[in-house]
Every structure is written in structure tokens, then in C-alpha cells.
Nanobody
Framework: QVQLVESGGGLVQAGGSLRLSCAAS????????MGWYRQAPGKERGLVAT???????NYANSVKGRFTISRDNAKNTVYLQMNSLKPEDTADYYC?????????????WGQGTQVTVSS
């Protein structure tokens, strides 16, 4: 069983910064993709950024140049540094870990952390 615990959400003014953290515990395969997704009220959950165990990153166009994803493999922790925040970044942010092992896909989700950006 894998558990993901997120932290770092909150209320910030437009132009400000926040840093999200997500610590994974349990049986995690070494090769995995960790990422952040977000869901605004009335909208579907969508990709923010992902990072592979080798350090390869992928970002949604809307956050490129403002957000940076990173990870500490020794701690099984993924971070999301969010700068130049905009009101449209307001959403619940969810941590995700994806891995594939023995022919099966495994997806794990955190409980979500709320980010509110005021104008």
C-alpha cells in the first residue's frame, strides 16, 4: 500500500509563490513517475507537471516558466515550486505516483491540497 501526504497549500496573492510537497510511503517501485494535477471548481482534473525517476520533466503549457517540479528519490518526495501565481491557478492540487510493474499499471493519489490565489 502506498500513501501520499501533501502539504504546502494555502492562500496567496497574485504574483506570490507557494511550494507544495508530497511524501510517498509504502511499497514504491524505484522506477516511477511522480506528478501534480489540479482541479478547479466545475472543471476536470488536469496535468500540472510530472517528473520521472530519472529527472525528465513535463509541464502543462499554462504553467511553463512559472512552476518547477523536482524530486528527492532518497526521500520519495516530489515538490512543486509555484511562482508568479495567478488567480486562474486556484484549484485543489493532487499528488500522483504512477508506476508499471509485472505488466500492471499502478496509480496512487494524495488527498489534495487547496491553493487559492487572490487578485
Amino acid at each position: 500500500q502506498v500513501q501520499l501526504v501533501e502539504s504546502g497549500g494555502g492562500l496567496v496573492q497574485a504574483g506570490g509563490s507557494l511550494r507544495l510537497s508530497c511524501a510517498a510511503s509504502g511499497s514504491i517501485f524505484r522506477l516511477n513517475i511522480m506528478g501534480w494535477y489540479r482541479q478547479a471548481p466545475g472543471k476536470e482534473r488536469g496535468l500540472v507537471a510530472t517528473i520521472t525517476s530519472g529527472g525528465g520533466t513535463n509541464y502543462a503549457n499554462s504553467v511553463k516558466g512559472r512552476f518547477t517540479i523536482s524530486r528527492d528519490n532518497a526521500k520519495n518526495t516530489v515538490y512543486l515550486q509555484m511562482n508568479s501565481l495567478k488567480p486562474e491557478d486556484t484549484a485543489d492540487y493532487y499528488c500522483n505516483v504512477y508506476t508499471r510493474a509485472l505488466g500492471s499499471d499502478y496509480n496512487y493519489w494524495g488527498q489534495g491540497t487547496q491553493v487559492t490565489v487572490s487578485s
